[in-house]
């Protein structure tokens, strides 16, 4: 079975800095997918980025980036100038590739974000 | 934009009461799941669905069942609850051609006294 840990339950990070999110994950499969969910105070979880793992280039959506490394497994998210309502809870997540395992995804414990202005 | 609804957002309860969550969603997705939420745990699926009147356990189904009469609707069931099942429950969506990408629903809030 696969697990997700993230190690940070809770990180902060100024206005406008950068904060980096951590995760790694257990997996036995070579094709699966990988996931950063956002998690704000209204409890409804935003889809912030995902990455294929066959593609060795690391995804990106505007001040979004991931840190994604195979081999270690490793999945890291990196926030670019931070912004207030980036406050919120981050879950990291997987999900087999495999047609028989449905869609279901695995998740991280999460990670506590807050920005401080 | 798709949307995810849930019935309650905040639903107290009594030890050995049988519950109902309704789940709501309208972009004709063909999956949908259920989850609970705990602090330190992060999310683990209950039960969910592929397709109407089909079901597949999650990693943590015992006390729980689930119903999928039509489509958009995907409802848990708490057979009779108990104080461990106190706990946020999210409901979450995604289509056959997507599967990757889920749609969640606000949580619905569980206490049982």
């Known amino acids: 079975a696969q697990t997700v840990t993230q190690s940070q339950p809770e990180m902060s990070v100024q206005e406008a800095e950068t904060v980096t999110l951590s995760c790694t994950y257990d997996?036995?499969?070579?094709?699966?997918?990988l996931f950063w969910y956002k998690q704000p105070p209204s409890r409804q979880m935003i889809l912030v980025i995902r990455?294929?793992?066959?593609?060795?280039q690391n995804a990106t959506e505007n001040r979004f980036s991931v840190n994604f490394q195979k081999a270690a497994k490793s999945f890291s998210l990196k926030i670019s100038d931070s912004q207030l309502g980036d406050a919120a809870m981050y879950f990291c997540?997987?999900?087999?590739?495999?047609?028989?395992?449905?869609?279901?995804?695995?998740f991280g414990e999460g990670t506590q974000l807050t920005v401080n202005p | 934009d798709v949307k995810v609804t849930q019935s309650s957002r905040y639903l107290v309860k009594r030890t050995g009461e049988k519950v109902f969550l309704e789940c709501v969603q309208d972009?004709?997705?063909?999956?949908m799941f259920w989850y609970r939420q705990d602090p330190g745990l992060g999310l683990r699926l209950i039960y969910f669905?592929?397709?109407?009147?089909?079901?597949e356990k999650g990693d943590i189904p015992e006390g729980y069942s689930v119903s999928r009469e039509k489509k958009e609707r995907f409802s848990l069931i708490l057979e009779s609850a108990s104080t461990n099942q106190t706990s946020m429950y999210l409901c979450?969506?995604?289509?056959?051609?997507?599967?990757?990408?889920?749609?969640f629903g606000p949580g619905t809030r569980l206490l049982v006294l």
């Open positions: 669905s592929y397709d109407v009147k089909m079901k």
């Open positions: 990455q294929e793992a066959y593609k060795q």
């Open positions: 972009m004709d997705h063909e999956n």
């Open positions: 997540a997987y999900r087999s590739a495999v047609e028989t395992s449905g869609s279901r995804l695995t």
């Open positions: 979450a969506s995604s289509w056959y051609r997507d599967q990757e990408t889920q749609y």
């Open positions: 997996t036995s499969e070579s094709d699966y997918y």
